[in-house]
């Protein structure tokens, strides 16, 4: 873990996504934060130890899912899979499957493996089941205020975690996609995630802060307004919304809540998804398993 002395900061962003608004001062106290995302080998020591079950890997109740297709009603997981050629971006269905048998030992179907894949960040991972992982090393899940102050790296108000230009001198600085989304791949990787520690650290030493996988925090979602002090003030230590917030008003019946995922993942692009930023900011529901989510703990001062 990095140890991070706390301090006052900008947090938001005015010139990118409306819920990144608006900027505000905002204060964190002292805290380590893991130097990269939890990884496959971590992961498994703590599944070896316990005998975890992650969400993926256990049938929904339907009773939780009203009206749930019996085809869904099996234990999987949502895997990217890239189109053969543009679609419309504002449906990722096209490039979403559920795979049943998918989960983080087998992150791209039952037929996959983390084998040569241990020192990748962990994906599918529910929030409770990073809960259940932080409460076993004995640390906790950031606040979204701490995540970026940490992701920032100390360049207050810049917009990315090296600086203000998301490619300088050509050169990218973090795992996120290049080419056409969601079909061209200019890297010829395959889009997945990275080793950690493929790309360089930011000013605090934390690498990973930026793509690779997206990282949940344990602030329930709220518009940013919701924990914004007067203009004179600094917000100590603000923490996100109510449950009851964070329920998602366009699927009425289904009453799970959302938390605040930050980073951006592999998967975001300049000409989609422009969240490989610390103000970058999405809800996403607490049951959500997917083949670009991950996480990473922090301890706090006493």
Known sequence: MVSLAGGTFHMGNDDFYPEERPVRRVSVAAFLIDRYPVTNAEFEAFVAAT????????????????????????????VFQPTAGPVPLNDPARWWSFVPGADWRHPTGPESSIDGLMHHPVVHIA????????????????????????ARGGLDRAAYSWGHALCPDGIARANYWQGRFPYQNLRGDGRTTTPIGAFPDNGYGLGDMIGN?????????????????KPCCVAENPRGGSLAGSLDPEM???????KVIKGGSHLCAPDYCQRYRPAARTPQM????????????VLRAE
């Open 51 to 78: 005998g975890y079950r992650t969400f993926a890997e256990v049938p929904p109740d339907p009773a939780d899912y009203p009206g749930l297709a019996p085809e869904l009603a099996r234990a999987g997981s949502l």
């Open 127 to 150: 929030h409770a089941d990073a809960q259940a992982y932080a409460r076993w090393r004995g640390k906790c899940l950031p606040t979204e205020a701490e995540w970026e102050f940490a």
């Open 213 to 229: 996988v997206w990282e949940w925090t344990d602030d329930w979602w709220s518009e940013a307004s919701v924990h914004t002090a």
């Open 252 to 258: 009425l019946g289904i009453a799970i809540g959302r």
């Open 286 to 297: 607490i049951d959500s398993t997917t083949s670009h989510i991950g996480f990473r703990c």
